[in-house]
């Protein structure tokens, strides 16, 4: 049996896996990885696959329809995010009438947490994976092939006649390092120059050494709606496997991207990758998410076995704001964080949110000060974006902050994310000027400036990616943004 594992189009080159799915200023598009890995396991087990990444790949609904025809498929799973969830579909729906035959699921985390409400927005779709979906498609796709009665599809929800029948909830892949190397499956049938992420070097690839993430931030999307707050890592055997096999089959690879929620849950495990790298001599950069209460001595291990990067949440310079999203960290430790990194050798990607529970035109100017006095290699401000499913969605519908009902609202004409947000005394727009005000006094700084100059001096293999990410950067800055 064919299946096709579709990333639809959606405004040029929309980042759907992306945390906060959108059409990025510095022009970060994701791997496709949930749909990568799910492909690898269906290829596991016997099925035809076919793998398209439109977004990445530049293709209309035309183009995917000339591709699918290319192989028939009697099962379409088409990746979904909230902003093109309207769109999406559309597509599943256009796909259908050239398919008639064909089953179609909607997968990703705003159909799981929405799954009901998602199959009633179009009658073509006929079913919905809930969570992560690995074996669900491949039970699906096995039960489609022997003709089996669909109810016996775990983490399924599907459309029986004018009934939607809820099956019972999928169980956690407790032993992540059977599932495949989610690089074999992009080197058969992705380009891997298709992607970017403006703080690495290019070409990169992502890849996932751990599902599930055990802290509580009421804003983050994955752990709340798709793999669970349940932490379940690879082994560092498996996991560095895969690194040693990316330098011997993807020569052309520059770094890799972990991009688990948080890569350093368990320190010890890191600590064990990093000595396994050193050990088989992998000459390789990287770079992963981690949290403010990562230790010096792990930062150590991590930069000796090629760590070059990691990417951090600060969210908030204020306290108060920080406790109520329940972040649990403190502005100390944020500020030791990057000390520490310093001390490390470690370039940082820290990230602001602005819009937080608490948050003042006050606290949004205390929080642009910290970020200018921090001085990380790559900064980011972006609005707190509620996605259903989640603690903040839940906070922002009670507390009647949601400016839009409308999911095609979460983005703006051009893909890019939008706050949707209008909180007491700061409505969204002036929110999301706010964010851009404060990118542009960041990154225009003369210390900022001054850093980057000694950077490129000093490590002239930075060049390349400072002058790519700049240049994307300001190429995508509205021109309203420009003239202020």
């Known amino acids: 049996m064919n299946v096709l594992m579709l990333n639809p189009p ?199 050494t751990g599902r599930g993430c055990p802290y509580r931030c009421f804003f983050c999307v994955y752990p709340q709606t798709f793999h669970s707050r349940k932490y379940r890592p690879r082994s560092a055997v498996n996991v560095v496997d895969e690194f040693q096999w990316i330098v011997e089959n993807l020569p052309e690879v520059r770094e890799i991207g972990i991009e688990d929620d948080t890569f350093t849950v368990d320190q010890e495990r890191t600590k064990e990758i990093c000595r396994l790298i050193l050990e088989r001599g992998i000459k390789i950069k990287w770079y992963c998410n981690v949290r403010v209460s990562l230790e010096l001595e792990t930062m150590r291990w991590m930069r000796n076995a090629g760590c070059r990067l990691v990417t951090v949440g600060f969210e908030s310079a204020d306290q108060q704001s920080l406790n109520m999203m329940q972040k649990g960290i403190t502005v100390e430790q944020i500020r030791q964080f990057v000390q520490d990194t310093r001390k490390a050798g470690l370039l940082v990607h820290g990230c602001f949110i602005i819009g937080n529970p608490g948050e ?82 960041y990154y225009l700084r003369p210390r900022y400036v001054l850093m980057k100059l000694k950077q490129l001096i000093l490590g002239p293999r930075e060049i390349r990616r400072t002058l790519k990410g700049a240049l994307t950067y300001f190429r995508r800055l509205p021109k309203s943004y420009r003239r202020h």
């Open 360 to 441: 003042t035109a006050a606290t949004m100017e205390k929080s642009l000060q910290m970020a200018k006095d921090l001085n990380c290699d790559t900064m980011q401000f972006f609005p707190l974006l509620v996605y259903p499913g989640t603690e903040a969605y839940q906070w922002a519908k009670e507390n009647n902050y949601l400016a839009s009902d409308k999911f095609s609202d979460w983005a703006d004409e051009v893909g890019m994310y939008r706050s949707v947000l209008n909180i007491p005394g700061l409505p969204a727009e002036k929110i999301e000027a706010f964010c851009l005000r404060a990118n542009r006094e």
């Open 10 to 208: 959606f405004k040029g080159r929309f980042s759907r896996t992306s945390r906060s799915p959108a059409v990025t200023l510095g022009g970060t598009i994701y791997y496709p990885f949930w749909l990568a890995y799910a492909t690898g396991v269906l290829e596991q087990n016997g099925f035809l696959v076919q793998l398209i990444d439109a977004p990445a790949q530049g293709l209309s609904v035309a183009d995917v329809l000339a591709r699918a025809k290319e192989m028939p498929a009697q099962l379409i799973v088409v990746d979904t995010s909230t902003p093109s969830i309207y769109h999406d579909v559309q597509v599943a729906a256009q796909l259908k009438e050239c398919f008639s035959s064909s089953f179609i699921t909607l997968v990703g985390t705003h159909p799981s947490a929405l799954p009901e409400e998602t199959l009633k927005l179009g009658e073509k779709v006929d079913a919905v994976a809930v969570g992560e979906y690995d074996y669900t498609i491949r039970d699906l796709a096995l039960c489609l092939e022997r003709g089996e009665d669909l109810r016996t599809v775990d983490g399924l929800v599907f459309r029986e006649g004018d009934e939607i029948i809820v099956n019972k909830p999928r169980a956690l892949i407790e032993n992540v390092d059977e599932l495949p190397m989610v690089s074999e499956v992009y080197k058969q049938h992705l380009n891997i120059r298709d992607y970017y992420f403006a703080a690495a070097n290019y070409p990169m690839v992502m890849l996932i």
